[in-house]
């Protein structure tokens, strides 16, 4: 019997090299219990982005989410997850949700914020909340230069110091 631990490792180093098929193949070999394990559910976020599975990302994000709250991972998750199914003002209400318990050392959660905000036009929150991401890693504006969610503010984006 392959322990759970081993299955994570295995399936961790498939979804690394593309291979979504065994990834997924080691994820559903993972038994009773241990499929609500919280490190086999944020394994299965990254899966389900990768597989473009929204649904399931969703049910398994929230879930997590759920049963912990400090697990970024979950509302990243979840928020995506509601954006890729065009409800963004679900997404955004999830993250500023999160915000408070993890918007300062998460500076993807408000890197999202400012795609969601840019996507709803509001683009001075979008500004407001990129401006925080960058300032806590500034690998974000290059990111934010190529992302079509900001494309509305690329001019801006370009011009920040």
């Known amino acids: 019997m392959i322990s759970t631990r081993r299955r994570i490792e295995s399936a961790t180093g498939y979804l690394a090299l593309g291979m979504l098929t065994e990834a997924s193949d080691e994820l559903e070999a993972i038994e009773g219990e241990d499929r609500l394990l ?10 389900y982005i990768e ?3 929204w649904d399931l990302l969703l049910a398994v994000s929230r879930e997590l989410t759920r049963q912990r709250p400090n697990h970024v991972k979950g509302w990243i998750g ?6 890729e ?9 999830v993250l500023l949700e999160a915000e408070p318990i993890h918007g300062e050392k998460c500076a993807l959660l408000r890197y999202n ?4 905000c840019c996507l ?8 407001e ?3 925080q991401a960058c300032k806590m890693d500034d690998h974000w504006k290059k990111a934010a ?6 494309k509305a503010m690329w001019d801006d984006i370009a011009a920040m110091k």
């Open 85 to 93: 199914l065009n409800r963004l003002a679900e997404a955004k209400a």
């Open 129 to 131: 909340w990129l401006s």
């Open 145 to 150: 230069l190529e992302d079509e969610d900001l």
């Open 51 to 53: 597989a473009k599975q």
């Open 78 to 83: 979840w928020a995506y997850a509601l954006r």
């Open 113 to 116: 914020l400012a795609c969601y």
């Open 38 to 47: 919280p490190e086999v559910m944020a394994l299965r976020t990254d899966f």
């Open 120 to 127: 709803w036009g509001d683009l001075a929150a979008a500004k």
